[in-house]
């Protein structure tokens, strides 16, 4: 079993955003497709091929389905488990309590 460090966890992440990008791309081709049938097929009132377009909508859903599941997983791998920053209270000014220290989690979770 490989160990979680950083540069795994990093190529994780780009793995797969770029394969929700992938698949993004690939809805996106469907559609346009499916698009592009059913401009030609409904005036014409082809069933075959609007049901083909249909076909492609659900092709392409499920690529938005699968895309939003690998981002689901960058999520969680990017998340520290550190609770998120809450707002300053308003008019508050000067020295918030944390420091530098409280910023390389963030700034090594971009890396």
Known sequence: ??????????GTVRRK?????????A???ELAAANE???EALPRRDTE???EAAERTV???QEV???AHELDVVDELLDDGSPRPTPAASGARGASGE???SLLPRIKRRD
Do not use: Y
């Not at 955003?17 to 791309?25: G, H, I, K, L, S």
């Open 37 to 39: 049938t059913l401009k």
């Open 27 to 29: 809805a996106r081709e």
């Open 65 to 67: 389905i699968q895309a």
């Open 99 to 101: 420091g530098v220290r």
């Open 49 to 51: 091929a609007i049901a």
């Open 17 to 25: 955003a770029r394969r929700a990008r992938d698949n993004v791309a």
């Open 59 to 61: 092709v392409a859903e």
């Open 1 to 10: 079993m490989t160990a979680l460090t950083p540069d795994s966890i990093a």
